[in-house]
C-alpha cells in the first residue's frame, strides 16, 4: 500500500519552508509522497488578506515541483470545508493507501478548535513537524490533554503504517524560520505574480 503523508493548509502563499518540512517528513517516516491539499478556505482564519485560490494553488505548484509533493484542489473539487470530511471522502475513495496527517507545531495548539477533532485523530495518525519557537506552546496545547495517551515514540516513524489512530508522533525536523505572514508582509501583492498560472489550477488528486 502507498504511504502518503497530508499537508493541509491555506499556502498563503506556499513558501520554502513548506517544501522542506514536507521533504523532511518523507524521509522521517518512510512516505512515497505527500499531497499539499491547499484550503478554498480556512474557517479559523479571516478571509480578510487571503489571496486569491488559484494564486495560492499556483504558488503551492511552484513550490512543490520536482519533488514527491503533489498540489491538490481535492478541497474544492470535492467541496469540503473541514479536514475530517475531506479524509472521510479520501480514506473512501483510496482504499490502498495509508494515509498520515501532517501538522506544524504552530497549528496544534487551535487543534481542539477543529471540526470533530477527536473524530479526525480517530481516522488517521498524525505528525506533528517541529517549528521554531512553537514547541512548548505545542506540549501544552488543549488537545494534548486528550492526545498525550496516543503519543508514540520518534524512534518509531517509519512503523506508523501498522499503528490503529488515534495516534500522534512528534518529528524533530530541520528548523526553517521562514513564515508565510512575514512573507506578505515584506510583498502583500505577491500573488499578482501568479496571475498567469490560473489558468494551470485545477488538477485533482488520483488514486
Not at 54 to 59: E, K, N, Q
Not at 121 to 150: C, K, N, Q, T
Amino acid at each position: 500500500m502507498k504511504r502518503i503523508g497530508l499537508l493541509g493548509g491555506s499556502f498563503n502563499p506556499a513558501h520554502r519552508g513548506h517544501r522542506r518540512m514536507s521533504l523532511a517528513a518523507i524521509e522521517a517516516l518512510g512516505l512515497d509522497e505527500v499531497w499539499w491539499l491547499v484550503s478554498p478556505g480556512n474557517p479559523l482564519k479571516a478571509a480578510a488578506g487571503m489571496a486569491p485560490y488559484p494564486a495560492r494553488l499556483a504558488s503551492a505548484r511552484r513550490q512543490a515541483r520536482r519533488s514527491r509533493i503533489r498540489v491538490s484542489d481535492f478541497e474544492a473539487t470535492a467541496g469540503t470545508r473541514y479536514t475530517v470530511d475531506t479524509l472521510e471522502l479520501l480514506l473512501g475513495r483510496s482504499p490502498r493507501v495509508r494515509f498520515i496527517w501532517l501538522m506544524g507545531e504552530d497549528t496544534l495548539p487551535d487543534f481542539h478548535r477543529w471540526k470533530a477533532w477527536r473524530k479526525l485523530a480517530r481516522l488517521v495518525p498524525i505528525a506533528v513537524l517541529s517549528r521554531p519557537g512553537y514547541g512548548d506552546e505545542a506540549r501544552a496545547a488543549r488537545a494534548m490533554g486528550w492526545l498525550r495517551h496516543f503519543v508514540r515514540p520518534s524512534t518509531m516513524a517509519r512503523k506508523w503504517a501498522s499503528w490503529s489512530a488515534p495516534a500522534i508522533i512528534f518529528l524533530r525536523l530541520p528548523p526553517d524560520p521562514t513564515s508565510a505572514t512575514r512573507l506578505r508582509a515584506l510583498d502583500p501583492d505577491w500573488h499578482h505574480a501568479f496571475a498567469a498560472r490560473a489558468k494551470d489550477a485545477a488538477r485533482p488528486l488520483e488514486e
